[in-house]
C-alpha cells in the first residue's frame, strides 16, 4: 500500500493525475510480479499484492522510478506487508478482498504518528523486515535530499556505472560526472537498495 506524501497541499487533480499515470505504468511493467494489479482506493492511496516478497520491493522501486522520470514534486509513503487474506484474490482489481494483512497494512499506512516513516517494511520473518526497512530509512535520506531538477541526471548515473558514458549523453566531462555522484551519493544508494533485495530474497 502507499500514498503521496503531503497531499492535502497539492493540487488534488495534478496528485490523481499523476497517480494513476504511475499506477498504469507500474501496472504494465510488473503485471507479471503482481497478483492483483494496484488500485487506487482513495485520490492519494493505493493497494495491491505481489507475486512474492521480492516482487512487491521490486513494485516498490519501479514506483520510485517512475516518480523521478516523471518529475514529480511529490514523494510516496510505502507499506509492504506480509500478512493473510482471507478471501479470494481479485487478480483484476484490488478490490472487495478482506483479511488480517490487508487490515493491518492500512492501519501503518494511515498512522498519524509525527514520525511516521516513508517506508514500512513488516514480514513475517520480523528481524529481517526490520533490517531491510533500516536500510530503506537511509536510502530514503539521501533521496530527499534530490533535487526534481537532478532527476534525469540521477537515473542515469543509477543505469550506468561508467562516468564516461553518463557525461556523453549529458553533455558534461566524465570528472563533472564523478563529482555529482559523490556528492549526490549514487553508489551509496546502490549499495543500499542491492543490500535489501538481497535480505528480501531470503525470505522466500
Request: charged share 25%; hydrophobic share 35%; net charge negative.
Amino acid at each position: 500500500m502507499g500514498d503521496v506524501e503531503g497531499s492535502s497541499e497539492l493540487d488534488s487533480n495534478f496528485v490523481k493525475q499523476s497517480l494513476n499515470h504511475l499506477v498504469e505504468e507500474i501496472n504494465k511493467e510488473y503485471g507479471t510480479s503482481i497478483l492483483s494489479p494496484l488500485t487506487i482506493t482513495l485520490g492519494d492511496e493505493f493497494q495491491g499484492i505481489a507475486v512474492s516478497n521480492t516482487s512487491a520491493l521490486e513494485v516498490i522501486f519501479g514506483l520510485e522510478t517512475y516518480r523521478m522520470k516523471q518529475a514529480l514534486p511529490f514523494r510516496l509513503h510505502y507499506v509492504l506487508y506480509e500478512g493473510e487474506i482471507d478471501t479470494e484474490i481479485n487478480t483484476k482489481t484490488a478490490y472487495g478482498m478482506l483479511g488480517s494483512g490487508l487490515t493491518n497494512a492500512r492501519g501503518l499506512l494511515t498512522s498519524k504518528r509525527r514520525d511516521r516513516k516513508r517506508f514500512r517494511i513488516h514480514l513475517q520473518d520480523s528481524f529481517t523486515g526490520t533490517q531491510i526497512e533500516k536500510l530503506m530509512d537511509v536510502a530514503s535520506d539521501i533521496s530527499e535530499s534530490w533535487k526534481v531538477e537532478d532527476f534525469a541526471l540521477i537515473l542515469e548515473m543509477l543505469e550506468y556505472q561508467h562516468n564516461q558514458t553518463v557525461a556523453d549523453t549529458q553533455q558534461k566531462t566524465r570528472t563533472q560526472i564523478w563529482k555529482r555522484r559523490k556528492t549526490l551519493q549514487i553508489e551509496a544508494y546502490r549499495n543500499l537498495t542491492e543490500v535489501a533485495y538481497a535480505l528480501i530474497e531470503t525470505t522466500k
